[in-house]
DNA sequence: ATAAACACTTGTATTATGCAAGCGAACGCA
DNA sequence: TGCGTTCGCTTGCATAATACAAGTGTTTAT
């Protein structure tokens, strides 16, 4: 087991309690790649820049199953692998993935890179944006029957 | 010494950018504390329903002053106090609160507590409170000279 | 002069994280 | 049908971060 401590609530402030759910260094890294990056495997969410470790990954997996904010199906095509997806709380975080964003654009302009594919996705504004990466993951699971 | 890596960089995503400075579990609330509660002094951040430990405290102070997201002024009225206050960086976090503490509303109803006077605060929606709460910011460092 | 307050620091125990390796089930191919 | 590979983890161990209690030096109030 890697850690013992499930999410021990600190407070009523609703920032304290959301930050007691997804305020660690890996999981709202995980919840972008599910949900901006278009990751659904372990494997893929592995293979991130940042290098999450295995059990980490494994971990955080379980702790935002437990919370609420993601699901796991059986892959369709294969019977050892799975499909990691968010559920309606785990996509509502998107807000706070933009605002992380722009805070780094503005403040940390020389520490980031964003690619240019991603440049264009957003060059429509926030709220375009964030509407067509919903529409996108409606799509997949829609695919997928979720 | 708290800690050795001081907010090593993992990739240039401006998520992850962001995590590596206020990623952690104590130094969103602090922010929250210097730009949403009014607070200033290293003793009234010391006593928040979180209960932070005060060698944590110490160094979020120090890593947060690093990054250029906080500043500290001697206490004009003492000299063994001393003030603490957000730059432009810090403060420009709001949206970052402000986000994790709408969807805590929104999916951890439950579990959060909003005093009548917070909520009184935010009752004309969420740009009206943050200029308000900018402008306090302002008043108190003209006040204080910074 | 004394005691309390303040802003920390230090020591130590506990907990979380990082890394490498391993594991069983499923799969791909011969 | 066997045989190496892939996948989604788990385990063991070293290191780092955090919590808690106590202490330190300076300032301040009485």
């Known amino acids: 087991m890697v850690s013992k401590n499930e999410h021990a609530i600190r407070s009523s402030c609703p920032v304290a309690c959301a930050l007691d759910i997804i305020g660690d260094h890996w999981s709202l890294l995980v919840i972008r790649d599910l ?10 969410l ?4 940042e290098g999450i470790s295995s059990n980490i990954l494994s971990d955080r ?8 904010l993601l699901d796991v199906i059986p892959h369709p095509e294969s019977n050892k692998r799975k499909l990691y997806f968010l ?3 785990g996509k509502d ?19 980031i890179f964003i690619p240019e594919e991603m440049r264009a996705r957003m060059a429509k504004g ?11 993951l409606a799509r997949w699971e829609e695919k997928y029957e979720v």
């Open 87 to 89: 559920t309606a709380a």
């Open 126 to 136: 926030a709220a375009a944006f964030s509407k067509e990466v919903l529409r996108e």
């Open 46 to 49: 592995l293979e991130s820049d």
């Open 61 to 68: 997996l379980r702790k935002l199953q437990d919370s609420g």
């Open 35 to 44: 949900l901006l990056m278009g990751k659904h495997e372990y494997k893929e």
């Open 93 to 111: 975080l998107i807000h706070v993935l933009l605002a992380l964003g722009r805070w780094s654009a503005t403040h940390r302009s020389d520490a």
